[in-house]
């Protein structure tokens, strides 16, 4: 529980606060968890761990829909004002980023399928290089995101918005060395685009873990940085931290 979520003369929305401070680390570790097994099962050709990844978004789901009635329950109880508005607010749109990131592990998952399951050929695995790093890199991202959040870390938040440009600069660069392949191996050109859409789930997960830190620094700041740009947000962040 952050500073944010206690102090209050009521004992019981302390408890309230802190109870959807818990889901959302709930949902982040089920969603980090699909993510994991997702590139897992990719990366062993595991059919099985994929279907349950698949199964276990529907977890995440029910928990969304839990803290959106919760969410309601608490704004017509507590009439929140201030800095309890922001922070429910905050829960709010984290909750729905996390929901976005099991659906994209969903996404990776289905290739998984694809890929192994039946009688397809499979693809090689030097085209599967780039997704089960990237899925590495952005699952990292989310963690550190949500941490931000539970310890008010204005400076981890900064540290995830930046990390958001080298997913970018990864999509590029692995789009680039599939080209490359596909033009030395033309067989793999039927698996080339489930990579890319692999690839491009990873990278929307990535902005997910960057909107998450974007709402951080409403949460402390009360300053909605959504839609400037790095250079803006950096400014707003490390004038606070100076």
Excluded: W
Aim: charged letters at 30%; hydrophobic letters at 45%; glycine letters at 4%.
């Amino acid at each position: 529980m952050n500073e944010m979520t206690d102090g209050h003369i009521v004992s019981s929305y302390n408890k309230d606060l802190n109870h959807l401070h818990q889901l959302v680390i709930q949902i982040k570790d089920l969603a980090c968890r699909q993510v994991r097994e997702a590139a897992q099962s990719l990366e062993g050709e595991d059919v099985d761990l994929a279907r349950a990844v698949i199964v276990s978004d529907r977890e995440i789901d029910a928990l969304d829909i839990k803290a959106d009635e919760e969410i309601v329950r608490l704004i017509a109880k507590r009439q929140p004002m201030a800095r309890d508005l922001r922070e429910i607010m905050t829960v709010a749109k984290i909750v729905g980023d996390l929901e976005r990131i099991g659906d994209q592990a969903r996404r990776l998952a289905r290739l998984t399928i694809r890929f192994y399951d039946g009688d397809v050929i499979p693809p090689n695995h030097q085209l599967l290089n780039d997704l089960i790093k990237m899925a590495g890199f952005v699952n990292a991202m989310v963690e550190d995101s949500v941490t931000a959040f539970d310890d008010l870390d204005l400076q981890r938040a900064l540290d995830v918005i930046r990390r958001d440009d080298l997913v970018s600069d990864d999509f590029r660069s692995a789009l680039r060395r599939l080209s490359t392949f596909i033009m030395e191996d033309s067989r793999s050109v039927g698996h080339m685009v489930d990579v890319v859409l692999g690839l491009r789930a990873l990278e929307r997960i990535g902005g997910h873990a960057k909107n998450i830190s974007r709402y951080v620094v409403f949460l402390v700041k009360g300053k909605n940085v959504r839609h400037k740009d790095l250079d803006a947000v950096e400014a707003e962040i490390t004038s606070t931290l100076k």
